[in-house]
């Protein structure tokens, strides 16, 4: 089982079928969950899966809704769009990594986060930080 940080392919090729709108208002409604070291998610994954997704105290199947932070802009040749920080409050999660999709859209898959081991929190905030929102480190960028 692993983990590998990638874009979903299937979401490139849904890019250009016009599936996601990022909007920040009017848009879809993205989440994000969280995933045991059990679980098998990487640039295949095309949906959401409750399958070895984390669990514990004020953790929900499906995870968190995230914000629109960067709604799709462009510097130079890179497009990119970066969502709020989203925190699981007085929580106690142990997660290896996540997996950002589309839950407007049948839950289609768009990006794996791998954390590189596995994060605890024990009845305190389990926080993901997105980086900055520009086109170097935007968290969704196509060059």
């Known amino acids: 089982m ?8 299937s979401f490139k090729a849904e890019i250009l079928l016009c599936v996601h709108d990022f909007r920040n208002t009017g848009g879809d409604t993205f989440k994000m969950a969280l995933y045991t070291s ?3 998610i990487d640039a ?3 949906s ?3 399958t070895n997704e984390a669990t514990g105290t004020n953790y929900t199947a499906g995870g968190n809704t995230l914000t629109v932070s960067q709604v799709p802009t462009s510097t130079g040749t890179t497009a990119f769009l970066d969502f709020s920080d989203t925190t699981w409050s007085n929580a106690t999660i142990t997660a290896n990594g996540a997996l950002i999709y589309n839950h407007t859209q049948s839950d289609k898959a768009v ?5 590189g081991g596995d994060k605890t929190s024990t009845a305190g905030d389990f926080t993901i ?3 900055t929102a520009d086109s170097s480190n935007a968290i969704i ?3």
């Open 2 to 9: 692993a983990i590998t940080q990638a874009m979903c392919t």
């Open 141 to 143: 960028r196509i060059a």
């Open 44 to 46: 295949n994954t095309t």
């Open 111 to 115: 990006a794996v986060l791998a954390f």
């Open 129 to 131: 930080i997105f980086p």
């Open 38 to 40: 059990s679980a098998t």
């Open 48 to 50: 959401y899966s409750a």
